[in-house]
């Protein structure tokens, strides 16, 4: 597994440095491609910063883990998955999906609804991308 959810408290000596912006947080969020400013092997964590819905000021991050496979320059990132992000919205709980193909590239699926075959590109919206050093 290339990352674990974990729980980075808010001890001193750590870094956040922003890896990307959402610029339109505010608006609907469709699957697509986004460009990190750094590669994720330059980190011992990566974390995503996210609202429930474009209407909603609730904002939460999921940390997680680098794993050191992702740090080797050997490392193939093709369908490294980044395990998702959730937020609960509209009674249902909404999550997307993160895929790397390279250490600075990554997508960003739909929103699905969590038992439900369906979408919406207004829920659980990524703000910030995070790199944390300790």
């Known amino acids: 597994m290339a990352f674990i959810p974990c729980n980075i408290g808010g001890g001193g000596g750590m870094t956040q440095t922003t890896l990307w912006t959402n ?32 209407s909603s000021s609730t904002r939460s991050t999921e940390v997680l883990f680098v794993s050191n496979d992702l740090k080797s320059a050997s490392t193939s990132y093709s369908n490294t998955v980044f395990p998702c992000f959730c937020a609960y919205s509209s009674s249902a709980y909404w999550a997307r999906y993160i895929t790397f193909s390279t250490n600075t590239k990554l997508s960003i699926s739909s929103a699905g609804k969590i038992g439900a075959a369906s979408s919406d590109t207004t829920k659980a919206i990524p703000l910030y991308i995070y790199g944390y050093k300790l």
């Open 23 to 54: 610029t339109a947080s505010t608006s609907a969020f469709s699957s697509q491609t986004v460009t990190l400013s750094d590669s994720i092997a330059n980190y011992d964590y990566i974390g995503v910063k996210y609202r429930a819905s474009t």
